[in-house]
């Protein structure tokens, strides 16, 4: 395309797009995020195109590869365009039935449609359960964009809120708008960005960055890899018109190596932007240039702390550095720097071009706008959703999330990642704000949410979240190195049967010095899944300590598998499927767990039919001696 | 490594604070560390040498600090000093800090200064032991780095896996020469012991065939120096 140079360039260069596009014109979408990917989203992507072109309708039908719809879960998800038919879980071979059906015949196909409860088929994805109770302001352009086309996201109005900030505003009223939306940074800690972008644009210095922070770890979240995959465009936009706000000639996104996808687009998307005068020199002949870099990380967690990820992209290692001076004054090379996350950057065309009043009319009192949350664990709905700021715990989890897998309970849900908190069922109700989670604990952190059911041992959880951030700690600091390995060796005690007694306390007392004297948030947040769930589930902890008992039957060390010889019918299925020969019973005999050879693996749990439930957990009590009498006493099961 | 080494060459102007409730006259670019130990208020350091860079990783030097209305735990060796900050040096929380701190690092190292465990009461049997002598305090590292301007010694891995190590080839070019007529630097900062002088022979006669980086966490009994004095007044 040839270089746009000023903004009544991009209007009529938009106009132009539109003018060749027939909206009309079907087209089928096929999501292309990580997600469906691994589920042969793009085997699925061919062969519409090879049947397409079979059947003589390859100029008549459209083929877009779209970025995350966020139900990853059911993909890869094709919806046909301009009905907005929505297929969930398609294969290649269901592509030519789709062809004929839909595009030629005009029929639905019913059986890819998604099933209500009652079993009835949804056609269209915003009547969708998981996306009806969402409001979709990132992800919602994702159907119509296809990541690498620059056009596409021109053709949604891409780029004006870009034009309007260039065209009539003042970096100061960008600021101001930016201020007034309230918007707060979506890293976690939720500091106002206006603010942040104030202080850096007002810190002494001729030079100073903009960055983006991509370095998305936490274990189950995957929303920012899923913006920068699905629409590139809609970030950078945000973060070119921060550059222009704060004063920055150069910005930074600093995504890590093991998001390919993303830095492929991301890559397209800036050489589509210099190509077009979007980015560069001059940018659209407003006399304003900006340069984006993108800086590779090594994918470690801590590089997403900002003093840590600055160190990284300046050379070093990626170690976090104290920040007595904050890095709004004193940042990369030492320049006033200004760092939000990728979800926070994409909010600002929307703060743009709609308006700060509109912004700030989503959400809470504290909180505005909406949260991309990872939604993930025992529900049966998981993916990315999009809530307005506010929605309660129950209703993401049991409306959007359909509820606890299996018909399970639902125990808690752990928010904010592996530095964030669980949340127990009384609090249910609680709206998931920044400082509705602080309040009890937890924290919003990156967005992840963890469902947890009654299957779930806290402090199994808790030691999970501990190992991942043992294993992430820079180890420069004493109390996170030291403190947080300790906390472990804890837990894997009491996990393993051995705890003795205080150490509930003692991991409190650790927590305390662990959350004040280190040196960064990953130490100052790392006992919060420990402490959190020693909050709500101290009972636990005890049982653990005192007991030796696992109460959600979990912890292997303190859990025994024991045939109930007054359910036991005979049927050899666990004798059988036993891998390490454990289990010893005879036709018409009460089936035997040799606690001695038992390796607790599960197995003989799994298979042990459900009409019987004779394989049964024990923990905290010894295991009954065989009945002397082996009889299978259950006759009435014995017949089927 | 990050921080610029705070020697106050140039005196900044005159700031005002109270340490401890003291009035402490300090320069502008000191840190409160700094203007403490001027005005004779100690502070336990571990990873501290006023010719080096700040790192602030030990946290033994953790104060309270008030600025405005905000109170703060910070590390006293990195933060500069303000007017009209004050400083709490002994809180009751930054005491129990200190004494988990050096529990902490009993666990790497038996021979933490038994004065400064009594005086924290901190008993160092509390947790599990790891005994690796290196404490990472990075002194080593820095001086290698910063005085004698060379890359010798490095750190390697993270969290507990973290070591201190030598690079060979660096170690073949340079450790000789400074190790010339005088104990080597690296070995007279190292407030444990560890780096042995079998270190510094491998620096100076390098094997034929060695990994790119090996560590210098050798315990070595004999040439454990008495050394536990230093945690608290390097």
Request: glycine share 10%; charged share 25%.
């Amino acid at each position: 395309m040839a270089r746009l140079t000023s903004l009544e360039d991009l209007e009529r260069y938009r106009q132009e797009v539109l003018a060749r596009r027939d909206p009309k014109k079907p087209c089928v979408t096929i999501c292309s995020g990580t997600g469906c990917r691994a589920y042969k989203s793009e085997k699925v992507a061919h062969a519409f195109q090879a049947e397409l072109e079979a059947k003589g309708l390859a100029g008549k039908v459209d083929v877009r590869r779209t970025g995350c719809h966020g139900f990853c879960e059911r993909g890869p998800i094709v919806v046909m365009l301009p009905e907005e038919t929505c297929y969930l879980k398609v294969k290649v071979e269901d592509v030519p039935e789709l062809v004929a059906e839909t595009l030629v015949g005009g029929k639905v196909v019913e059986r890819l449609l998604y099933r209500t409860d009652a079993g009835e088929g949804v056609v269209h994805e915003n009547d969708i359960p998981f996306y009806k109770h969402q409001t979709r302001l990132l992800f919602h352009d994702n159907l119509r964009i296809d990541p690498t086309n620059l056009d596409d996201y021109l053709a949604v109005g891409g780029y004006g809120a870009l034009a309007k900030a260039l065209g009539s505003m003042t970096p100061e009223q960008v600021v101001a708008e930016v201020k007034k939306s309230n918007l707060r940074g979506r890293g976690g800690a939720g500091f106002p960005a206006g603010v942040k972008w104030e202080t850096t644009r007002n810190s002494p210095g001729d030079e100073r960055y903009v960055l983006v922070n991509a370095d998305e770890g936490d274990p189950g979240a995957y929303m920012d890899r899923s913006i920068l995959e699905g629409n590139p465009h809609s970030v950078l936009e945000g973060f070119i018109i921060g550059g222009y706000a704060i004063g920055a000639r150069t910005g930074y996104v600093y995504v890590r190596q093991e998001y390919p996808l993303a830095v492929e687009n991301l890559i397209g998307a800036l050489d589509d932007l210099h190509e077009a005068g979007l980015l560069g020199e001059n940018i659209l002949g407003t006399g304003f240039s900006f340069e984006i870099l993108i800086y590779r990380g090594a994918g470690a967690f801590v590089s997403g702390e900002s003093s840590a990820l600055m160190s990284s992209i300046e050379g070093k290692v990626g170690e976090p550095r104290p920040k007595y001076i904050r890095t709004s004054v004193k940042g990369l090379f030492d320049k006033p720097s200004n760092l939000n996350n990728v979800e926070t950057w994409a909010n600002v065309p929307l703060i743009i071009s709609r308006g700060a009043e509109w912004f700030a009319g989503i959400g809470t009192e504290g909180s505005k706008g909406t949260k991309v949350f990872s939604l993930v664990g025992k529900v049966n709905n998981t993916g990315l959703v999009e809530v307005p700021m506010g929605m309660s715990l129950r209703r993401i989890v049991f409306d959007i999330g359909g509820g606890i897998r299996e018909g399970r309970a639902f125990k808690a849900v752990q928010t904010g990642g592996p530095s964030g908190g669980v949340i127990p069922e009384s609090m249910l109700d609680l709206p998931v704000d920044f400082d509705e989670l602080t309040k009890v604990g937890s924290m919003m952190g990156s967005g992840g949410m963890i469902v947890m059911d009654d299957n779930t041992c806290m402090p199994d959880v808790a030691k999970y979240f501990l190992e991942f951030l043992a294993d992430e700690s820079c180890g420069k600091c004493v109390p996170c190195r030291e403190g947080v390995w300790q906390m472990l060796q804890i837990l894997t005690r009491m996990v393993k049967g051995e705890g003795r007694e205080g150490d509930v306390e003692l991991l409190e007392d650790l927590s305390t010095t662990v959350q004040d004297a280190s040196l960064c948030a990953l130490g100052q947040s790392a006992p919060n899944p420990v402490l959190s769930s020693i909050h709500y589930f101290r009972d636990e902890y005890r049982a653990h300590v005192e007991e030796k008992r696992c109460p959600a039957l979990v912890c292997k060390a303190l859990t025994s598998y024991w045939v109930d010889p007054d359910k036991c019918i005979a049927c050899g299925l666990c004798k059988k499927n036993c891998p390490v020969g454990a289990i010893s019973g005879e036709k018409k005999q009460v089936h035997v767990v040799d606690q001695a050879l038992c390796t607790k693996c599960d197995t003989c749990f799994q298979v042990c039919p459900p009409k019987t439930r004779a394989v049964t957990k024990l923990s905290g009590q010894p295991v009954p001696k065989p009945p002397e009498d082996l009889a299978v006493r259950a006759a009435k099961g014995k017949k089927g | 490594m990050s921080a610029p080494a705070q020697t106050a060459e140039a005196p900044g102007a005159p700031v005002k604070l109270t340490i401890d409730g003291r009035s402490v006259e300090a320069r502008e670019g000191m840190t409160v560390l700094q203007a403490a130990r001027e005005a004779g208020i100690e502070i336990p350091t571990l990873c501290y040498l006023e010719e080096l860079s700040g790192y602030g990783s030990c946290r033994l030097c953790l104060v309270e600090v008030k600025a405005g209305r905000r109170t703060r735990t910070v590390v006293s060796c990195l933060y500069p000093v303000e007017e009209g900050l004050e400083v709490q040096t002994e809180t009751e929380k930054i005491a129990h800090h200190r004494k988990l701190i050096l529990e902490l690092l009993a666990a790497r190292w038996d021979r933490v200064d038994p004065a400064l465990l009594k005086k924290y009461g901190a008993d160092p049997e509390r947790f599990a032991k790891h005994t690796t002598y290196c404490i990472l305090c990075g002194l080593c590292v820095r001086q290698c780095a910063e005085i004698e301007g060379k890359n010798v010694l490095g750190f390697i891995g993270r969290g507990t896996e973290r070591q201190v190590v030598v690079y060979p080839e660096l170690a073949a070019k340079f450790c000789a020469q400074c190790a010339k007529g005088r104990e080597m630097p690296c070995l007279e900062v190292c407030p444990t012991g560890v780096i042995t002088s079998e270190f510094a022979a491998a620096g100076l006669t390098l094997p034929d065939k060695l990994p790119v980086a090996y560590p210098v966490c050798i315990k070595d009994d004999d040439n454990l120096r008495d050394v536990a004095k230093k945690v608290g007044d390097v």
